[in-house]
């Protein structure tokens, strides 16, 4: 069964810094791109990043790119997302999930860990 859990969220300052976590399991971790979303209530998922399987590239969407740094650690099956100057539009629920292969979308979502950003 794949599975896949995000912790590290918190409320922080502005400006401020959280490290979130993502513990996967139930499928072959190096083989697929795993990525990082988040949904704000009434709005659909955003995706913001994501990391290749197989050179380690990453993708930011603009809004968090050079604030946010995707991880990854292939042989304890984990996603990192690295936040650093936190913005209140960086409030959200935040998800990891994986990509079925071959860029064909996301299949798997974990369950989410609230940012909550405050000035």
């Known amino acids: 069964e794949v599975q896949l859990q995000a912790s590290g969220g918190g409320s922080v300052r502005t400006g401020g810094s959280l490290r979130l976590s993502c513990a996967t399991s139930?499928?072959?971790?190096?083989?697929?791109?795993v990525g990082w979303f988040r949904q704000v209530p009434g709005k659909e998922r955003e995706a913001i990043s994501c990391v290749y399987k197989s050179d380690g590239r990453a993708f930011y969407v603009d809004t968090v790119k050079d604030r946010f740094t995707v991880s990854r650690d292939d042989a304890k099956n984990m996603l990192y997302l690295a936040m650093n100057n936190l913005k209140s539009e960086d409030t959200a629920v935040y998800f990891c999930?994986?990509?079925?292969?071959?860029?064909?979308?996301?299949?798997?979502w974990g369950q989410g860990t609230q940012v909550t950003v405050s000035s």
């Open positions: 999930a994986k990509d079925r292969g071959g860029d064909s979308g996301y299949d798997y």
């Open positions: 139930g499928f072959s971790f190096d083989d697929y791109v």
